[in-house]
């Protein structure tokens, strides 16, 4: 355990296991270093790397300073690129959209690996999406939490039924801690739009990747943004869904040979 301290003084809190190259794990939507998927993570990409779990801010044990600007959370995870050491970074969803704004501003990083940031292309592209982080921001700016979340597991395709289930779930209320944060992802998602002129500044090795179960909307987004990355390649994991099993991913980022940007 050990904390970095971004520009702005928010401390942000990691975790390192494993030996081995390092990695950082960038996570998603409402995801931090505990949560068992990032533990699954973790442990997963631990046995050939050394990986850094971190909480994003606002998150677990990481602290927040306002007014939030995407810029922020930029530095926080350059913080954390920085202790590790040019490390290999990887993001999931939301947090692959960070990643590549991260490295599109010149975050020192060796590689990168985008698993399905949500970027919706084409006739997969709504309506309420440029609404989404507005209609966000006022559920939580009035403290409604809970109307968050619904928004936000609407708004990625949650079924009613299963959603009224999850409202009575004991995880529910983990939910709830750290719904304030996903107006954070919103804006990493650029309203669900590709950002093309800033995705043509990266230059490092550059891996965009979607589930072979995935929705067709999430692997089209991922295929898009890797023809506006230089030199990136887009790979679709067999038997995958967006919840990625961790030794898919693992897999994935062993074997892939990287090569060199435009």
Known sequence: MG???STDGTRI???????????????GALGYKDFPYLRKLAAEFGKEFRVYSYDRRGRGDSTDTQPFNVQKEIEDLAAVCREAGNPIVVGI???AALALEAAAAGVPMSRLVAFEPPYMVGDHRRPDHARFEAELTAL???GDRDGALKLFMRTV???GFLLAIMRIMPFWKALRRVAHTLPYDAA???GFQIPEARLARIRVPTLLAGG???????KAGARAAAAAVPGAQFIEIPKQSHMIKAAALARAVREHNFTATG
Do not use: D
């Open 3 to 5: 904390t970095v301290v």
């Open 13 to 27: 809190a990691f975790e390192a296991t494993g030996s081995g190259p390092a990695l950082v794990v960038v996570a």
């Open 93 to 95: 969803s939301s947090g």
């Open 140 to 142: 939580i700016s009035r």
């Open 157 to 159: 395709g949650v079924p």
């Open 188 to 190: 990493a998602m650029n």
């Open 212 to 218: 072979g179960k995935s929705p067709g909307s999430l």
